[in-house]
């Protein structure tokens, strides 16, 4: 049986050539299909050139455009297949995830870590077994497919510049992993159930803060007419500085005008849990406070801004923050 594909182009390294200025996405979706070989027979690939951007570039506006093009054209297609920069391709792979829900087709996102014209590319191989991965039949929802493994799309995260194994998933199994042309399940997805669901808004009015020792935390009253929410990294388990009451008083300041808060860890791996040590005990199931356990700072940014675009009642936004999405909590 035919299956059809659309291929969203948005640039990145893997569309990049050289330039006096360094590498500039140049190439088009269909120069870059055209260098793809020994696909399936039943196969037959449509191109939609929807920007050419290097993906530092991308913003929330970029993530709806690919939303739009993927709604638009969602019963015309058996599965989608975008092209991205690796920069901020974890950013997209987690607002995709909320932005489309429910999907029994598979939309995944890939890219490379050298421009499809380099003699050592890892452009080509990614590509092809994205679009392998999009034809099978066992394949739903936003994922990531780099480097021979395949990523739930709120779990993705950048953790190499250079290496061809550039994106790892985050405190989660990888959805499968390729052998040669063999996928292997590793942690099978069931088909999901009901329609797919599109939702249209995001609110980008949020700031990521991290933690440093020794800052203070005026950063909450200097922010305060200007964001609705702020993400604090915090150390370790969720440790925030108790010396004095300073943090204390602008966090309960902060949360008690209406803000949103939302507080993670530094740490790359094992999440956080406020209920261990003191330094963050008085934050542990606070009804006014969201604690992102061992969610991406990627899906965490994405899942706030598309809660906020959904609410502005707390009540809400929270239940729609702990609703698992897409493997995210």
């Given at each position: ?112 870590q050298k421009p499809m014209s380099h003699p ?203 609703r698992r999405i897409n493997f995210d909590c």
């Amino acid at each position: 049986m035919q299956k059809n594909l659309l291929i969203i182009a948005t640039g990145g390294t893997i569309a990049s050539n050289k330039t006096k200025k360094g590498l500039s996405p140049t190439s088009t979706g269909d120069d870059l299909i055209s260098q793809i070989a020994g696909l399936p027979e039943d196969c037959r690939l449509h191109v939609l050139q929807l920007m050419n951007i290097d993906s530092t570039n991308m913003k929330p506006d970029g993530w709806m455009a690919i939303q739009k093009a993927i709604a638009e054209n969602y019963d015309t297609y058996d599965g989608f297949v975008v092209l991205h920069g690796t920069d901020t391709l974890d950013y997209t792979a987690a607002a995709l995830s909320y932005l489309i829900q429910n999907s029994p087709k598979p939309i995944v996102i890939t890219g490379s870590q050298k421009p499809m014209s380099h003699p050592y590319t890892d452009a080509k191989i990614n590509l092809y077994q994205s679009i392998l991965y999009a034809l099978d039949s066992g394949s739903c929802d936003v994922s990531v497919v780099f480097g021979g493994r395949v990523i739930a799309g709120t779990r993705s995260r950048k953790q190499k510049t250079r290496s061809f194994d550039g994106f790892t998933s985050m405190n989660f199994p990888l959805l499968a992993r390729f052998q040669d042309e063999e996928i292997i399940r590793v942690f099978p997805a069931d088909k999901p159930f009901g329609p797919v669901r599109f939702y249209d808004h995001l609110e980008g009015n949020i700031l990521s803060i991290k933690l440093i020792p020794g800052m203070t935390p005026d950063f909450f009253r200097l922010l305060k007419e200007q964001y609705q929410g702020i993400i604090l990294e915090a150390y370790g388990l969720g440790g925030i500085p108790n010396f004095d009451r300073s943090y204390e008083e602008a966090i309960f300041d902060w949360i008690h005008s209406g803000k949103i808060l939302v507080i993670t860890t530094q740490v790359p791996e094992e999440g956080c849990d406020f209920s261990v040590y003191e330094v963050g005990h008085i934050y542990h199931n606070h009804p006014l406070i969201l604690e992102a356990g061992n969610m991406t700072l990627e899906a965490i940014s994405a899942k706030l801004m598309w809660a906020l675009g959904q609410t502005k009642e707390l009540e809400k936004i929270r239940e729609l923050f702990y609703r698992r999405i897409n493997f995210d909590c």
